[in-house]
């Protein structure tokens, strides 16, 4: 069974761009979570997919958003990328809604200039 | 004070030492995870944990749910269990992270 893929691995923007960032998971999982990885704050919550539904969202601005498709598929969107937004983003994939083992992406990790 | 809170921060052990790492959280949870991080940022799930003990292979988990507490074992230590291992809880629809312990086993 393929794991979770995450798209792109490696990105490079600029301060005031966009950027759409994908996660593929597990066949047959219907739940998506989104993390973002700082070395100053850490593993942080940004939100859950379930049935393309959001389920729940972290503690972070408008600007971060994302959204499900009915294959499960998930994408996730920064606009108007501030320097702070380098980090290691994470999806996480798990057969149900808030339960059951987490199955991580390698990340795509970003950085602003 | 974090509502997670993992100890020690960082360990250094020598090869097959007995490895304890700690975890207290403040809040009811409906979940526990340990999750294992490498150079390189893919993070693994070692354990998820409600109740009780799970065991596999060298690493043992245990959560007391009365004290709000869980520990991660690894028994006889090896060089590539070097990781940061990070505790994590689910509370309601959101998981909640520990900083990490930054462990280093030597040969």
């Known amino acids: 069974k393929a794991g979770v893929t995450q798209t792109p691995r490696y990105l490079i923007k600029t301060r005031g761009q966009q950027v759409t960032l994908s996660c593929s998971p597990i066949s047959g999982h219907r739940s998506v979570s989104w993390y973002q990885q700082t070395p100053g704050q850490g593993l942080q919550f940004l939100f859950e997919?379930?049935?393309?539904?959001?389920?729940n969202k972290g503690n972070f601005p408008g600007r971060f958003s994302g959204r499900q498709f009915s294959n499960s598929r998930s994408e996730m969107n920064v606009s108007t990328l501030e320097l702070g937004d380098s980090a290691l983003y994470l999806c996480a994939s798990s057969p149900d809604h808030h339960t059951g083992e987490l199955f991580f992406g390698e990340g795509s990790r970003l950085t602003v200039l | 004070k974090n509502e997670v809170e993992q100890s020690p921060q960082n360990l250094t052990a020598q090869e097959g030492e007995f490895i304890t790492i700690n975890c207290s959280y403040s809040v009811g949870i409906s979940a526990l995870h340990w999750l294992q991080q490498h150079p390189g940022g893919g993070i693994v799930s070692l354990f998820m944990?409600?109740?009780g003990k799970k065991k596999h292979g060298r690493l043992i988990a245990t959560i007391n749910i009365q004290e709000k507490h869980s520990s991660l074992h690894i028994t006889a230590s090896h060089p590539r269990d070097s990781a940061v291992y990070i505790c994590?809880?689910?509370?309601?629809?959101?998981?909640?992270f520990g900083a990490g312990t930054i462990l280093r086993v030597k040969s």
């Open positions: 944990l409600s109740s």
């Open positions: 997919y379930f049935s393309e539904t959001q389920r």
């Open positions: 994590a809880v689910r509370r309601g629809n959101k998981l909640v």
